[in-house]
């Protein structure tokens, strides 16, 4: 059924058609309204069969779903930014123990300076934990994404972390399309763990492993994150049959087939890179501009992207993160991915902190990139001014 939901709204209505059995919850901006809603819903009693638990940090919150995962019931967490940081040590222990926890992360740049608005860092802090993660272009793919999370999870004994942009969709209204509870049954089962806590016959879960196995237990699971491709890409295919949108998989490609130039980019700045593309396309009358919308970041499909960009001449990559003393993070995978082939790689690091990103702005650096590495409007004159002031105090 159709909607006009705030994004938040949204995925809290998906994540109780999914009916998970613990909630931990603890509010940062801009994921609050998500557990909120949650909470709504399991107070109304429309989530039954739920304990909602509002717990006093971000570690406790994964710490109640690690313990409430390995006893055997479907749980739901929600972070974002440093709330992500610092329950880090146990996002590790997640998927160490082979736990599928979905938890959204409503993406939002790491301080200091403080800034809540959106760019992708935090994502990017977590991108060795384990985690499998998604991003979602839309409020209807955030939706549709945490819907197939749970089941991507199940299947695979994976956490999953669903990202979605903060504030540009989280605080976003758009129509969703929302399914009926009997259609997501059918879709997501109920949760049957191959493995549980169980106080008759107690056993220890992540003990110590000597260095005569730990690299074979961290090769296991680099092998598992391999094999997730696979599996997000098999379910994705069901979700689309089933509810007739395309909303998961591992990638999407848009005016790709005889493009030159392709764009690569993950979350909400897809929309505004496929209207500068299609304004440019109008405009040059020849199709040469495409774009390539990146879901699965984790695992990362390094077969799908070689094989929908094989054939261009220049990739752009733009991202909402960066390393810093380095460059593009999105930009140096894709790299490695089309390694060998004769392909044009330029980084353009957009939004961070919630930038404005203009289809002016875009087409300028679509049309003709100023070098390799592009910080798409940053204020020059501002930097030079800081270095002036720096030499004059006798920084340098």
Known sequence: MLYQLEGSQAVARAIALCRPEVVCAYPITPQTHIVEGVGELVRSGQLGNCQYLNVESEMAAISVAIGSEAAGVRSYT???SQGLLYMMEAVYNASGLELPIVMTLGNRAIGSPLNIWNDHADAMSARDAGWLMLFAENNQE???????????AETLRLPVMVCMDGFILTHAYE????????????????????????????????????????????????????????????????????????????????????????????????????????????????????????????????????????NAKRVIVVEKAFALGRGGILAREVELALKGLDIEIVTVIAGLGGRVITKSMLAEVFRQPKGNLVFLGLKEDAIRQEYKTVLNKGGA
């Not at 955030?142 to 991507?152: E, M, N, R, V």
């Not at 237990?217 to 295919?237: P, S």
């Open 78 to 80: 929600a972070t974002s």
């Open 175 to 310: 129509k969703v399309d929302l399914p009926e509870q009997s259609e997501v049954d059918e879709f997501l089962p109920p949760y049957k763990p191959e493995f549980s806590l169980d106080p008759e016959n107690p056993c220890a879960i992540g003990a110590m492993v000597s260095p005569n196995d730990f690299m074979e237990v961290r090769y296991m699971a680099h092998r598992r994150q391999l094999e997730a491709c696979a599996v997000i890409d098999k379910i994705g295919t069901e979700f689309s049959a089933k509810f007739k949108r395309n909303t998961g998989g591992l990638l999407r490609t848009y005016h790709t087939e005889n493009a030159e130039t392709v764009v690569v980019a993950m979350g909400s700045v897809l929309g505004t890179i496929k209207d500068t593309v299609d304004d440019m396309n109008q405009t040059n009358g020849n199709g040469k501009y495409g774009v390539l919308s990146l879901v699965s970041y984790r695992p990362f499909p390094d077969n799908e992207i070689r094989e929908a960009l094989k």
């Open 142 to 152: 955030a939706a549709d994404l945490h819907i197939q999370a749970f089941k991507i």
